[in-house]
């Protein structure tokens, strides 16, 4: 089994910054890939943001310009740096890691963008 924990949602104002991380802990075999999506109220989940290795980093066309994603040197910590928010951004954020070809979920970090 894998854990994900993310942390650093929060309400922020229109134009203001975020940074969430997401730690992976346990069985880690081979992250493959990790990524961050996102859900609002009424939609689907959608991705953010995300990158396998040996890939470089691909990220949703709304958010492409304002979001990094980026990894930490340990490699099992993965950031999304968000910046320039808006409204629309508001959501809960979820980390995903595929493990060896097993996806795993973290419990979501509410992200509220309002003035």
């Known amino acids: 089994q894998v854990q994900l924990v993310e942390s650093g949602g929060g309400l922020v104002q229109p134009g203001g910054s975020l940074r969430l991380s997401c730690v992976a802990s346990?069985?880690?075999?081979?992250?493959?890939?990790m990524g961050w999506y996102r859900q609002a109220p009424g939609k689907q989940r959608e991705l953010v943001a995300g990158?396998?290795?040996?890939?470089?980093?691909n990220y949703a066309d709304s958010v492409k310009g304002r979001f990094t994603i980026s990894r930490a040197s340990a490699k099992n910590t993965v950031y999304l740096q968000m910046n320039s928010l808006k409204p629309e951004d508001t959501a809960i954020y979820y980390c995903?890691?595929?493990?060896?070809?097993?996806?795993?979920w973290g419990q979501g970090t509410q992200v509220t963008v309002s003035s």
């Open positions: 346990g069985a880690i075999f081979s992250l493959n890939a």
């Open positions: 990158f396998r290795v040996g890939s470089g980093p």
């Open positions: 995903n890691a595929d493990n060896a070809g097993l996806h795993y």
